[in-house]
């Protein structure tokens, strides 16, 4: 049985308004009566007091009846609107309709003329009535203390800013603060006014109205905007010393989410200049449903986000293998409390231990496997070669072998644009990586690709928390080179590419996605450290290390040797397979194996011989600044 919990304060103030209610019908009876013989009481003949003072009765009852169909006592009248004005008016109506039938019925004599007067004085006095608290209170914010206030700028005039402002304007948890100005590039509404807040001009105005306005907040109320255009506006922003906060995107605001609890600080994923990638995974993600999934390295950046958007599209089972029993205890966790019904595993295991690797094969027979096991960081690898060979490659060999073994229908191995003409021992792995899945698709039943791509943001190994760190702790913010770039995606994005990598495999692909523009790593350090409310290089430092051993200015997502084909995502494209001699390839894996595992000091040149690609000790060859001007990507999205 329900308990019904009254709030006793809702119930006062119903009453009240019912009061209210009945002295406003009374009050628009007897000033229909009056307007009708021109406010002259002594014109009014008895017969036709009488009749308004005998129906009174019933017009109330049935009045006040209407009144509560029409939601007129369960609306919130400090966040009244159109809706709520159109139902006052429809219950005015019809209380006007009503009380003409019940005149006419019940013979009582009246002017005609008193129905719409009565109708019309009604229609003003309730609408007063529900908006009167509401008006009060916007006037009284307008005569608060100047020192206290917080004052907002708004950029984009449209639904978002005016959903925004009337929150602002009415709600009771947004205290000493005020709309000063709104900026919009649009022609057409420049000196117009929303809510009566003035449109002061362009994103050109930004700084002159900042300062003007004496501005403390800018919010960017611009839900349907491009990434770009978001990136450009910040840019502005970031000239002044206000807050930045941001209304997230169109789909919230389509849900009516609209609010200023919904708004967030601006984060450095806003400055990359491109639209985030959406993929309709609901309709592609039926391959993985009742099926036994598998992902290595499950408890890093990747692999987690991967099990928690495999988690729910219903595999019939998910087994998480790693290495590292924090990571996977954390993503256990959480992936226990979000979808208690999954048949979850957690492995701590290694992919360098062959036997393991059977034995998880052998025991749970995954239908589908993605490896994302692997070590990233350039310069550590740098300095244990051949623990990146252990790792990466022999690694990747296991799980392969054990896939093939045991029937997995796809394996997606997670790449990255290192692999491309790499100067460093973590891409020339990765490389290697690649090779294997295109050899083994040739030799195996399972459906083996590789997903290539950028930098991720937030990752364990992103510049950005990094830069965060620096931050917090003063500074300086670390940047190897001033002219080095990088493509960047998000978490989300990475993972959403690789999920659809697996609807796409049919084996062999190398699949690449379209990251956009590079962005230069300098310009991230620069915003982060204005978004973090300190001005570059006056209240923290930049400063420029020189470029790491095996690091390049710049990365590439294809060699020219593989072309290009298309897929149905215009964002996904497909690098053809390099041929390779498979046996001389198996061969050198063979001597690779031996060579890492007696830590032999000429591994780099083993992997020459495998990669003829990589360059070995190449970092002067990118000191040139000039190197990066001149640059232009081999990969090419048209």
């Known amino acids: ?43 009014i003949e008895q017969r036709f007091i009488e009749s308004i003072w005998n129906y009174i009765p019933i017009n109330i009852i049935v009045t006040l009846i209407i009144f509560y169909i029409f939601k007129l006592y369960h609306s919130l009248w400090i966040f009244a609107g159109i809706t709520e004005l159109q139902n006052v008016f429809s219950a005015c109506v019809v209380s006007s309709l009503m009380q003409i039938f019940g005149m006419r019925i019940l013979h009582f004599p009246i002017p005609r003329s008193y129905y719409f007067l009565y109708g019309g004085v009604l229609l003003l006095l309730t609408i007063g009535s529900r908006f009167a608290y509401r008006f009060i209170r916007i006037s009284l914010r307008k005569y608060r203390k100047v020192g206290e206030e917080t004052k907002v700028m ?33 022609p057409e509404k420049q000196g117009r006014y929303i809510q009566g807040v003035k449109v002061t001009g362009n994103r050109n105005n930004i700084i002159e109205c900042v300062s003007h306005y004496n501005i403390d907040e800018i919010i960017i109320s611009m839900p349907s905007v491009s990434k770009k255009t978001i990136s450009e506006i910040v840019e502005i922003c970031n000239e002044t010393k206000c807050e930045l906060k941001i209304l997230p995107g169109i789909y919230q605001f389509m849900n009516g989410e609209v609010s200023i609890t919904k708004l967030r600080k601006v984060e450095v994923e806003d400055l990359l200049g491109r639209d985030t990638i959406k993929v309709d995974l609901d309709s592609i993600m039926e391959y993985v449903k009742e099926k036994v999934v598998l992902v290595t390295g499950g408890g890093g950046s990747i692999g987690s986000e ?18 590292y029993e924090n990571n996977a205890y954390d993503i256990q966790q959480e992936l ?19 036997e393991r690797m059977n034995h998880i094969f052998d025991t749970y027979r995954p239908n589908i496997v993605y490896h994302a096991a692997a070590h990233k960081h350039v310069p550590l690898m740098e300095d244990s070669p051949n623990e990146a060979i252990k790792n990466n490659v022999l690694g990747t060999w ?26 460093n021992i973590m891409g020339a792995s990765k490389r290697i990586c690649e090779m294997i899945i295109q050899t083994f698709n040739k030799r195996s039943n399972t459906e083996f690709v590789a997903v290539r791509f950028g930098n991720v943001l937030g990752s364990n190994g992103s510049v950005i928390p990094l830069f965060k760190k620096q931050i917090a702790t003063g500074g300086p913010v670390t940047v190897t080179h001033p002219e080095i770039i990088r493509y960047f995606m998000t978490i989300p994005e990475a993972v959403s590419l690789v999920l659809q990598a697996g609807a796409y495999a049919k084996g062999g692909e190398i699949f690449v ?4 523009e590079p962005v230069k790593i300098i310009d991230l350090a620069t915003n982060l450290i204005r978004l973090s409310g300190y001005k570059p290089n006056e209240d923290i430092m930049i400063e420029f290390t020189g470029l790491r051993p095996g690091e390049k200015l710049f990365e590439e997502l294809l060699m020219k040797e593989e072309g290009m084909q298309e897929t149905s995502n215009k964002l996904i494209h497909i690098g053809k397979p390099i041929d390779i001699d498979d046996k001389l390839f198996l061969n050198q894996l063979e001597e690779l194996k031996i060579l890492c595992n007696l830590e032999s000091a000429d591994i780099r040149n083993t992997i020459k011989r495998i990669v003829p690609t990589y360059v070995i000790n190449n970092t002067d060859n990118f000191n040139c600044v000039d190197n990066i001007k001149n640059y232009k990507p081999l990969t090419t999205f048209e």
Do not use: W, Y
């Open 1 to 43: 049985m329900k308990i019904k919990i009254i709030n006793k304060q809702l119930m006062v103030r119903r009453a009240f308004i019912f009061v209210c209610d009945i002295i406003i019908i009374l009050m628009a009876s007897a000033m229909g009566l009056l307007l009708r013989f021109d406010l002259m009481p002594q014109k």
């Open 513 to 516: 996605l379209d990251m956009g």
């Open 154 to 186: 708004l950029i984009g005039g449209g639904d978002a800013a005016n959903a925004i402002i009337k929150e602002i304007n009415s709600s009771e948890h947004v205290h000493n603060t005020v709309v000063k100005c709104i900026i919009d590039d649009a």
């Open 336 to 354: 226990k409390s979000k979808f208690p019904n999954l048949n979850l595993v957690v492995l701590i295991a290694s992919v360098r231990s062959a």
């Open 306 to 323: 991967l099990c928690r958007q495999l988690a729910a599209h219903e595999p019939k089972q998910l087994i998480i293998v790693d290495i």
């Open 398 to 423: 296991n799980t392969v072998l054990a896939a093939d073994q045991f029937d997995v229908e796809r394996f997606v191995m997670i790449s990255t644009d290192k692999a491309v003409n790499p100067t």
